[in-house]
């Protein structure tokens, strides 16, 4: 397998490509790092390659709030300047010019 770059970097605002959800990315996995009956439960006619970044999102839709794992052709940069309103984002990090960042006081140093 071959190892790519990451596009997207933590605290960057994404969408996803097909499904109506948005999200702050929070961590980065160079490949594919989920369980196997994760991989699994995805349709083999639309299962990503798994040899790309996978992004840990903080994810919303209209309805709800929740952690997302994505694959990186899956999402685009989402330019809505729209902020993020998923409580754990509110709790963790900080804004400044529409890109997320950890606070100092989360602990967290990315």
Same mark, same amino acid.
């Given at each position: 397998?071959?190892? #790519?770059n ?10 996803? /490509?097909?499904? *109506?959800? #948005?999200?702050?990315?929070?961590? =980065?996995?160079p ?15 639309? #299962?990503?390659? /798994?040899?790309? *970044?996978?992004? @840990? ?18 999402l =685009? ?7 993020? /309103?998923?409580?754990?984002? /509110? ?9 997320? #960042? ?7 140093? @990315?």
């Open positions: 397998m071959k190892m #790519r990451a596009k997207f970097a933590i605290g960057d605002i994404v969408r996803h /490509r097909v499904f *109506p959800f #948005r999200g702050v990315i929070f961590d =980065v996995d490949e594919f790092a989920n369980t196997e009956e994760w991989w699994n439960a995805i349709p083999a006619e639309i #299962r990503p390659s /798994r040899d790309q *970044p996978f992004y @840990h999102l903080f994810a919303e839709n209209e309805d709800t709030e929740y952690v997302a794992y994505v694959s990186e052709q899956n =685009v940069p989402d330019e809505s300047g729209k902020p993020i /309103r998923h409580p754990q984002v /509110r709790a963790l990090m900080d804004v400044e010019q529409g890109h997320y #960042r950890w606070k100092e006081e989360s602990g967290i140093f @990315h």
